[in-house]
């Protein structure tokens, strides 16, 4: 099958960082399939506009070659934060990362870009974290050429991160914190994440395998909770509550459909959420990311 340049399947297509990276390259003209479980199913804000909806199935290789071909980039943006009985992280990060990693590399001409995070380590005490950590060994191993992006925390305007904080600042008077609070986070802001994948489509300046994408300011976590907090002038108590008691909060809500918090938010409060030393990120890119703070967010 002759593969077009022009020519991307965004797994994950319907998500949060998904749908801004079909929409991101729909607008620099390239030609983008949305790979979703539930064809059909996301609501009209969660699709791109006059992106084709592909069926994909991690637990189905043959689904997933007829998904990907003709493609000539695969980029994985599928998140997965909440085992269920049905698929693990393993299943999902490795497993399936790997099974995708293999297929782009026995397609001619089909190029691959991986979405992981900052803070992916092997020794983590996490198994989520741990997961997304062999996902990229096993992509690098299958697939040597793939560039992996490893965003930190990702915020849009008026909603996800930050808007939801502010909910939280609005609604309790007493706030607990993850620990003492501490913990340094360099939030990105999604559309420049998105911005990232397209300028590794569009040529010669993603000379890196990995890069790692925060945005311009660093704060500790009670930081950011006293700022929304001062922004809407409310006066709240921040708590520190020991990693301990919110693994086991963890624990007891993870029946729940939509847990308000899971094992892998823990984990990933408990180490600064930072871009590394020496590992190249938006500059490398071309790329000047956008602040929280110039943006009116906090």
Known sequence: MQISPQSVIVLGGTGFLGRRVVRRLQQQGFRVSAGTRTPGAAAPQERGPGAVQVQVDLADQGVMARALSGAAWVVNCIGFYAETRQ??????????????????????????????????SLHS???YVRARAAGE?????????????????????????????????????????????????????????????????EGPRAQRKIYELGGPDVFAYRDILQRLAARNGHRRLLLPVPFVLWRLAAALMSPLPHPPVTQAQIALMQRDNTVGEGIAGFPELGIRPHSAVALGLI
């Open 87 to 120: 698929q693990s992280f393993q299943d999902v990060h490795v497993s399936g990362a790997r099974m995708i990693a293999r297929l782009v590399q026995e397609t001619p001409g089909q190029r691959l870009i991986h979405i992981s995070g900052i803070g992916a």
């Open 125 to 127: 005490a996490s198994a």
């Open 137 to 201: 060994v096993a992509v690098r191993s299958a697939c040597p050429a793939a560039v992996i992006l490893r965003p930190g925390v990702m915020f849009c305007q008026g909603g996800v991160f930050f808007g939801d904080l502010q909910k939280l600042v609005a609604r309790l008077p007493v706030i607990p914190l993850f620990g003492t609070g501490r913990t340094r986070l360099q939030p990105v802001w999604v559309e420049d994440v998105a911005e990232a994948v397209a300028c590794v489509l």
